[in-house]
């Protein structure tokens, strides 16, 4: 069964923190590939930050230094920590996952589960 459903979306001022949290099944946990995307109204989607089943992470430039991807293995859960809000970081953010195979990292990922999303926005 595939669920991925978000939470801790809010509002914030800049310079704030959130901390997004993905709940999955655990078939969808079991994804070697995960990761969080965004967007923004009237822009297309953005790619926030990777994890592959190995731990390795990646990041968008815009993001690198201030957010942090996890999983919580006791929770099934992946999360994103996002510190130092920008006005800029305002957008739908959403989870993903990719059920594989894939042996070389998230590069060639499809992403092909989804969740419903969760808004963030934050204020000058």
């Known amino acids: 069964q595939v669920r991925l459903v978000e939470s801790g979306g809010g509002s914030v001022q800049a310079g704030g923190s959130l901390r997004l949290s993905c709940g999955m099944s655990?078939?969808?946990?079991?994804?070697?590939?995960m990761g969080w995307f965004r967007q923004a109204p009237g822009k297309g989607r953005e790619k926030v930050a990777t994890?592959?089943?190995?731990?390795?992470?990646s990041y968008a430039n815009s993001v690198k230094g201030r957010f942090t991807i996890s999983k919580d293995n006791a929770k099934n859960s992946l999360d994103l920590q996002m510190n130092s809000l920008k006005p800029e970081d305002t957008a739908m953010y959403s989870c993903?996952?990719?059920?594989?195979?894939?042996?070389?990292?998230?590069?060639?990922?499809?992403?092909?589960?989804w969740g419903q999303g969760t808004q963030v926005t934050v204020s000058s």
């Open positions: 655990p078939y969808t946990y079991a994804s070697p590939c």
């Open positions: 994890i592959y089943m190995d731990g390795t992470t």
């Open positions: 993903a996952a990719d059920p594989g195979p894939l042996w070389l990292g998230c590069a060639g990922a499809d992403f092909d589960y």
